[in-house]
Nanobody
């Protein structure tokens, strides 16, 4: 059974940086596209960034392009989200998840399963 554990969240001032990590256990990590998603209070969960199984293809939401970078290390079964130039509107619980079907790509939330417990990111103004 696949388990995902996020870490790296915290409180940071606007303009600061954080690096989130998501460690996976179980399953074959290197065959699956991984994604980072976030949910702010009172809002729906949204896609932030995804990375294909081999790292060759990435997707970013318009709101984070140029500020966030997704990467992965298949040897460590870990996916990362480097977040720079953080804004108060980035405040949310950030989740990682694995795409349902191996060797496929996409950023639709309903295509992802095995959600982690989430890590809180709070950006103060």
């Amino acid at each position: 059974q696949v388990q995902l554990v996020e870490s790296g969240g915290g409180l940071v001032q606007a303009g600061g940086s954080l690096r989130l990590s998501c460690a996976a256990s179980g399953g074959t990590f290197s065959l699956f596209t991984m994604g980072w998603f976030r949910q702010a209070p009172g809002k729906e969960r949204e896609s932030v960034a995804t990375i294909s199984w081999n790292g060759g293809s990435t997707y970013y939401a318009d709101s984070v392009k140029g500020r966030f970078t997704i990467s992965r290390d298949n040897a460590k079964n870990t996916v990362y989200l480097q977040m720079n130039s953080l804004k108060p509107e980035d405040t949310a619980v950030y989740y990682c998840a694995r795409r349902r079907v191996a060797l496929t790509n996409g950023n639709q939330i309903n295509e992802y399963i095995n959600w982690g417990q989430g890590t809180q990111v709070t950006v103060s103004s």
